[in-house]
């Protein structure tokens, strides 16, 4: 049996209850934090009519009854994304918003079908303060736990000290000995036999219909992840456009996109974006994504034509999601999601 399965013994949850405390100072002090930055807290609807256009995110599905006793096919949200999008079509300029979010086949010690994702967004500016946005968020999660550093297994990482950025091809050059733009063309796309002669010259394997994407994700998981964000944060930058659905292109450089991610201890945290806003392109890349869900998995979700056309009022803004329970867990030191989960999911 699991033992998060019985959270409500009284023995048990006494040794978790420190570390949900914890997670609810570390709560609030993000939200005096950005209180204090002009931000407006807002809650999205957690019912979509598409949970998400990615390939490899899948949601979970429902019905909508409506009061003729027709049902209406509706998902929970894979990220408060869309909706907070059109908030901003609509005139907001910093929001944020701490979301339960739902992703299905998805269970481990890093991972929940149910977690609370914090995202905001920031109007008018690059997606660079989204950087030190988060610095500041791991350095008040560490301050609050009274911790020195952040902690997972048998490694550490300090948030003040000065961060590694790298874009993905120095990361993958340097932690994995591959020359991933050699497989990425000057428009942005993807040339899967030269990243495969690449897994091949390393030693990784591969299988016969791997795409050029599921190379680079094999790589990513098995070579260069579990080296970032070790002794001080790592800001992986500058994805290749191909694997940006959601954020615009580097001006003069399509083969890359104004995309990163921030580790620690190995640890994804969070995941930004300069933000993509427009809406015939932003359709192309959901019916390509679509397209790669529909190959591997033999099923797709609809589009929300309403964010579509929202996207074209939506001004210039930079916007993240970081994993809230994900930073809980390295503050404290919990060695599973499931540790810092008031109830956690059966």
């Known amino acids: 049996m699991n033992p998060s399965s019985r959270w409500w013994s009284p023995a048990f949850h006494a040794d978790r209850r420190p570390l949900l405390v914890t997670r609810n100072r570390i709560q609030s002090a993000i939200r005096v ?8 807290e807002v809650d999205p609807a957690a019912l979509a009519t598409s949970p998400g256009n990615e390939a490899h995110l899948h949601g979970f599905a429902t019905q909508a009854i409506g009061n003729d006793g027709r049902p209406r096919p509706m998902y929970l949200h894979t990220s408060p994304e ?5 908030l901003l079509a609509a005139g907001e300029t910093r929001i944020h918003a701490f979301s339960h979010v739902w992703r299905n086949r998805e269970r481990g010690p890093l991972h929940s079908p149910e977690f609370t994702m914090l995202e905001w967004y920031r109007v008018g500016e690059g997606y660079e303060v989204l950087m030190a946005d988060t610095l500041a968020f791991l350095r008040l999660a560490l301050r609050e736990a009274g911790a020195g550093l952040l902690r997972f297994r048998d ?3 300090d948030p003040f000290a000065e961060p590694e ?5 120095e990361a993958f050059r340097i932690h994995a000995g591959v020359d991933l733009m050699a497989s990425i063309r000057a428009d942005g796309t993807t040339d899967a ?13 591969r299988a016969p219909d791997d795409t050029w994407s599921d190379m680079l994700s094999r790589v990513l998981s098995e070579k260069v992840e579990p080296k970032l964000g070790q002794g001080r944060v790592t800001i992986l930058d500058h994805y290749p456009s191909a694997e940006a659905a959601l954020a615009r292109k580097v001006p003069g450089d399509a083969q890359v996109a104004e995309r990163f991610e921030v580790y620690a201890c190995g640890v994804e945290l969070a995941n930004g974006f300069g933000e993509l806003t427009d809406p015939a392109e932003q359709r192309l890349r959901f019916q390509a994504e679509m397209a790669e869900k529909a190959r591997v998995y033999g099923e797709t979700y ?9 996207l074209a009022l939506m001004p210039p803004a930079a916007g993240i999601a970081m994993g809230f329970d994900r930073v809980v867990m390295l503050a404290t030191g919990a060695s599973r ?3 810092v989960l008031w ?3 059966p």
């Open 33 to 40: 934090w950005l209180a204090g930055e002009g931000f407006t």
């Open 82 to 86: 869309f909706a907070m999008k059109k």
């Open 155 to 157: 490694r550490s990482c």
């Open 165 to 169: 950025r790298l874009s993905v091809a």
């Open 193 to 205: 036999a030269g990243l495969g002669q690449e897994l091949d010259r390393i030693g990784l394997r």
């Open 302 to 310: 609809p589009l929300d034509e309403d964010f579509l056309d929202a």
């Open 337 to 339: 999601i499931d540790d």
């Open 343 to 345: 109830t956690p999911v």
